[in-house]
């Protein structure tokens, strides 16, 4: 089940992933892109070659799905569809431009607003996560054989490690470390990436307090976390519906092993509360 959609996912991400290197070693234009929160962010000439190399191949195989990428006009249509692909042609652009190597290309497949496939693929280093519902996740490393993922069931906040941002540390984040008492921090660029820390146990939870993640960055990580035994919600735990026409996850992301889920909401809540963070109805 869902194996044509997976092995599609990872040929795409591999072929973007060996585009996007070319553009690395060769050179490429930034821009800066406004976003409709009125924020800037750089977009690349690998950006839109990857998009657009991942949406020829969709929709040459699954021509019926709806698609929905960053660098793309989002189409109305795709709230009509019950399938919808959503990608992150470069998840990590930041780091991309930096020559930091912690990116990758994203492609997650929706059913119902809900994520089923996702594959996350690190170029540098050649990592790749994939997960199909019900079927498990999976590690692969340079060519190796798949590793099934399995997150750690950790639950004392003193021995729990932290995946944080490689390059911006809020203020926010600083009282919240201090809040919790976590035992360490790794850190990480490419939101799935972090993500990736946590189903390979070099993490235990991932907290983006921010509001401005959007679907293509939670999408393909959420199902592979998932599939290793983890969760994600918002920070106010409820869970994320993909089928919906604003794609930005405004109440931000807590992604955790599962087993500590819901005692870090309920240590959470008095804080966002202190940040006056109140939950936004999409």
């Not at 990608?87 to 431009?97: H, K, L, N």
């Not at 604003?246 to 955790?256: E, F, I, K, P, S």
């Amino acid at each position: 089940m869902l194996e044509k959609e997976i092995e599609t996912a990872i040929t795409l991400a591999r072929n973007a992933g060996d585009l996007i290197l070319d553009f690395y070693d060769k050179g490429f234009a930034v821009e800066e892109k406004r976003t409709k929160d009125n924020n800037t962010e750089p977009v690349t000439e690998a950006d839109r070659a990857s998009s657009a190399l991942i949406i020829k191949g969709l929709d040459e195989i699954f021509p019926e799905d709806g698609i929905l990428s960053e660098e793309e006009i989002d189409l109305p249509d795709r709230l009509s569809k019950q399938r919808v692909w959503m990608i992150d042609p470069i998840d990590g652009t930041r780091s991309f431009v930096e020559k930091a190597g912690d990116f990758a290309v994203q492609i997650g497949l929706c059913e119902d607003g809900k994520p089923i496939v996702g594959v996350v693929f690190q170029p540098i280093g050649d990592r790749l996560y994939y997960a199909a519902k019900d079927s498990g996740a999976f590690y692969v490393e340079k060519g190796g054989a798949p590793k099934k993922l399995n997150v750690s069931e950790k639950f004392d906040f003193a021995e729990m490690i932290l995946a944080v941002s490689r390059s911006h540390r809020s203020p926010k984040m600083t009282n919240l470390v201090e809040h919790f008492g976590f035992g360490g921090e790794v850190a990480h660029g490419s939101v799935g990436l972090k993500i990736g820390l946590l189903a390979r146990q070099l993490a235990d939870l991932y907290i983006h307090l921010s509001p401005r993640t959007k679907f293509w960055d939670t999408c393909a990580p959420q199902i592979i976390l998932e599939e290793s035994g983890g969760k994600l919600t918002n920070l106010f735990g409820d869970e994320i519906n993909y089928n919906i026409e604003d794609t930005q996850n405004y109440n931000g992301v807590l992604a955790t092993n599962g087993t500590a889920h819901e005692i870090i909401l309920s240590k959470l809540k008095p804080l966002l509360t202190k940040f006056g963070r109140v939950k936004v109805k999409n």
